[in-house]
C-alpha cells in the first residue's frame, strides 16, 4: 500500500521524499526512483487524485509548446534568426514563419529583425532535446519598437498577469502603460517616463509579493497611493 | 547595443529622468564598510546601489626600486570576477580590468596622499609594498567610483603588522597606521547624447557616448583623469565633466 509522505502546499527541495509505493504518480516538477517519488526541484506540493505536481518556486525559464515569450535575436543565419528564450536553451525563428511577406533568395534578413532586436513570438514546437521552434504568425505577435524590457522570475509571472489576465490589465489602465508580459520573464513596458517607472515599481512589488493573499487589494491600493504622491498621471 | 533602449534612455533624459527614475547627477544609495576582511591589514566593502566591491590591503617587505631607493611603493590589482556580472570570465586580467586597477593605482599614487618615502625603513634595502586587491562581487554600473572609494577606505583602515627583524608577524596588527595627507576621490561623468550624468547603471554604461573619470581632492585639484568611450569630448564637455566631478566627489567623501 502506498504512502503519501507530504501534505499538500508544503514545500519541497530538491531530493526531498514525497511518497512511497506505486499508488502515486509523478507529476511535473518530480520524478520517480524505484518505488519513491522524489521533488526534482524547489516548491509547493500539489496532489491531484493520484498525481503528485510541485509548483516550481523558483528556477530557470524552460520552453512549453504554446507559451508566448519575448525574445532577443542573437544570431542572423542564412535561413532564419536565432533567439535568446532568457533560459539556458534558445530558440530558431525560420523564414518561413517570420513574417507574412515575400522574402527574396539572398535577401538582407537584418531588415526584418537585426541583431538585438526584442521580439514577442509563440512557441510552436518543443522537441525532447530541447530545440525550440518558434513563430511570429498570430494576434499580438510582433517586433518590439520603443520601451524597454525588464526581467523578472518567470515563475511569477502567472501572478504578474493575474486570474484572466486582470492584474496586467489592472497596471495597464492605473499607469496609462502598454505592456506585454512574456512567460519567460521578461517583460516589455512603454509609456510616458514617470508612468513607466511606477508601471515597473508595481511589477517589482507584485514578483515580491506574489505568495501573499489579497495581492489584486495591495496592489491596488499601492497604485492608488503613488498615484496620489505623483499628483495623478501626467 | 540595443539601438532602441539607447534610444529609450535619451527620450527619458528630456524629462530629467533616468531609466532608473533617478535624476540625471544622483548617485544610488553608498554605504562603506571598513575591516571587512580579518587576514587583511586594511579592508573595505563600498556599495553603490547594486554594485558592489570589496578592496583589501596587504603589506609585504620588500626591496625598493633602483631608481627611487628611498622610497616604497603601492601595486593595484584588480580582478572582475566571472560571479559579478556575465560579461566577466576567467583568465588573464581583460582591458578592462587592467583600466580599472590603473585609474584606481593613478587616483592613490598622483594625489601624493601617501608618502612613499614613509614607507621606507632602510635605504636601499627593506621598503614596505602595499598590495592593494580590487575584488568586484556584483557590477551592476560604476565599479571606477566603487573601488577608488573602497581603495581608499581600506587604505584608511590599514595597519601595519609587527615586524620581527625581517620577518612579518601577520597575526599580530600594531597601532601604527598609514599617513594619508589628503582623500583623493574618483567620479565618473558619462557621457549620453548631449547630456551628463554620474553613476551610470549597466544599461547607461552600455548606451554611453564617452566617459571621463576624474580623480580630485578636498581643495579641488585634479590629481587623474581617464577617458573612454567611442566619441569625441569637446573641451567645453570636459570642463562640465570636470565641475561635475568635483561637486560629486565633495558628496562622496563625505561618506568616508
Given at each position: 500500500m502506498g504512502k503519501l509522505i507530504i501534505k499538500e502546499k508544503e514545500i519541497a527541495v530538491p531530493g526531498e521524499l514525497l511518497a512511497e509505493g506505486m499508488d502515486h504518480l509523478p507529476g511535473a516538477g518530480t520524478y520517480r526512483e524505484g518505488e519513491m517519488i522524489v521533488a526534482g526541484r524547489l516548491g509547493l506540493t500539489y496532489v491531484d487524485g493520484r498525481t503528485i505536481k510541485l509548483i516550481p518556486l523558483s528556477g530557470v525559464y524552460i520552453p512549453k509548446i504554446r507559451d508566448i515569450i519575448i525574445c532577443k535575436v542573437i544570431d542572423v543565419s542564412f535561413s532564419g534568426w536565432r533567439l535568446d528564450t532568457n533560459g539556458p536553451y534558445s530558440a530558431m525563428l525560420g523564414m518561413k514563419d517570420a513574417t507574412s511577406e515575400y522574402i527574396a533568395r539572398g535577401a538582407d534578413l537584418t531588415q526584418y529583425y537585426d541583431l538585438e532586436d526584442y521580439v514577442v513570438c509563440g512557441i510552436t514546437n518543443v522537441t525532447s532535446q530541447k530545440l525550440v521552434d518558434v513563430t511570429m504568425k498570430g494576434p499580438g505577435l510582433r517586433k518590439l519598437t520603443g520601451g524597454r524590457v525588464i526581467e523578472v522570475d518567470s515563475n511569477k509571472v502567472p501572478r504578474i498577469i493575474g486570474k484572466q489576465g486582470s492584474m496586467v490589465t489592472m497596471v495597464k489602465q492605473e499607469t496609462d502603460c502598454s505592456i506585454t508580459v512574456g512567460q519567460n520573464g521578461l517583460v516589455w513596458i512603454l509609456?510616458?517616463?514617470?508612468?513607466?517607472?511606477?508601471?515597473?515599481?508595481?511589477?517589482?512589488?507584485?514578483?515580491?509579493?506574489?505568495h501573499l493573499s489579497g495581492l489584486t487589494d495591495n496592489i491596488k491600493k499601492f497604485l492608488e497611493n503613488e498615484k496620489s504622491k505623483l499628483g495623478g498621471l501626467k | 547595443m540595443n539601438e532602441n533602449l539607447r534610444s529609450h534612455i535619451i527620450e527619458l533624459f528630456k524629462s530629467d529622468l533616468r531609466i532608473d527614475g533617478r535624476k540625471l547627477t544622483q548617485y544610488r544609495p553608498i554605504t562603506v564598510e571598513t575591516g571587512v576582511i580579518k587576514m587583511a591589514e586594511g579592508s573595505a566593502r563600498v556599495?553603490?546601489?547594486?554594485?558592489?566591491?570589496?578592496?583589501?590591503?596587504?603589506?609585504?617587505?620588500?626591496?625598493?626600486?633602483?631608481?627611487?631607493?628611498?622610497?616604497?611603493?603601492?601595486?593595484?590589482?584588480?580582478?572582475?570576477?566571472?560571479?559579478?556580472?556575465?560579461?566577466?570570465?576567467?583568465?588573464?586580467?581583460?582591458?578592462?580590468?587592467?583600466?580599472?586597477?590603473?585609474?584606481?593605482?593613478?587616483g592613490i599614487r598622483e594625489s601624493k596622499t601617501l608618502d612613499f618615502k614613509k614607507l621606507c625603513i632602510k635605504k636601499g634595502e627593506q621598503v614596505w609594498i602595499l598590495l592593494i586587491d580590487i575584488c568586484t562581487i556584483n557590477d551592476a554600473g560604476n565599479l571606477p567610483d566603487a573601488s577608488s572609494l573602497a581603495a581608499l577606505a581600506a587604505l584608511r583602515d590599514m595597519r601595519f603588522p609587527k615586524v620581527n627583524g625581517d620577518t612579518v608577524n601577520y597575526q599580530e596588527k600594531t597601532n601604527k597606521k598609514l599617513d594619508l595627507k589628503n582623500s583623493p576621490i574618483a567620479v565618473t561623468v558619462v557621457k549620453i547624447g548631449d547630456k551628463l550624468i554620474v553613476d551610470p547603471s549597466t544599461e547607461e554604461k552600455e548606451a554611453l557616448d564617452a566617459r571621463l573619470t576624474v580623480a580630485s581632492l578636498e581643495d579641488g585639484t585634479l590629481c587623474a583623469m581617464q577617458k573612454g568611450g567611442d566619441t569625441a569630448l569637446t573641451a567645453e564637455d570636459i570642463s562640465k565633466m570636470v565641475d561635475l566631478g568635483l561637486e560629486k566627489g565633495k558628496e562622496l567623501r563625505k561618506l568616508l
Open positions: 509609456g510616458k517616463p514617470a508612468n513607466e517607472l511606477l508601471a515597473i515599481r508595481t511589477i517589482r512589488k507584485i514578483e515580491k509579493e506574489s | 556599495k553603490i546601489g547594486e554594485t558592489e566591491v570589496i578592496v583589501g590591503v596587504k603589506v609585504e617587505l620588500g626591496k625598493p626600486y633602483p631608481d627611487m631607493p628611498d622610497a616604497g611603493t603601492i601595486m593595484v590589482g584588480a580582478e572582475l570576477l566571472p560571479l559579478s556580472s556575465p560579461n566577466f570570465e576567467l583568465g588573464p586580467p581583460s582591458i578592462e580590468a587592467i583600466e580599472l586597477a590603473r585609474v584606481v593605482d593613478r
